[in-house]
């Protein structure tokens, strides 16, 4: 059974900072390339982040440059750092494996970037 639990979200001003931490509870997490998604009511899931369990990394064009991806194996956690934060990041950011797995998106944690 895997658990993901995000956390670190909230409300920012535009161009502030942010600091995400998704907890993964599961044997499976070192073993795994595990992303950031978001979503905006109405509109498609986005993976903006990925890391592979090698530490190989990309990001989506929207949030390169100010997102930086990291995890801690001994901790089973990745992390979100978001500096330069714009209105059009506000969104519920989940964290999963890539490519997602139905059973494991968790609640989710809500950035709201206010202008």
């Known amino acids: 059974q895997v658990q993901l639990v995000e956390s670190g979200g909230g409300l920012v001003q535009a161009g502030g900072s942010l600091k995400l931490s998704c907890v993964a509870f599961?044997?499976?997490?070192?073993?795994?390339?595990m992303g950031w998604y978001r979503q905006v009511s109405g509109k498609q899931r986005e993976l903006v982040a990925i890391i592979g369990s090698d530490g190989h990394i990309n990001y989506s064009d929207s949030v390169k440059g100010r997102f930086t991806i990291s995890r801690d194996n001994a901790k089973n956690t990745v992390y979100l750092q978001m500096n330069s934060l714009k209105p059009e990041d506000t969104a519920v950011y989940y964290c999963?494996?890539?490519?997602?797995?139905?059973?494991?998106w968790g609640k989710g944690t809500l950035v709201t970037v206010s202008s």
């Open positions: 599961g044997s499976i997490f070192r073993i795994s390339a």
């Open positions: 999963n494996l890539v490519p997602g797995v139905m059973d494991y």
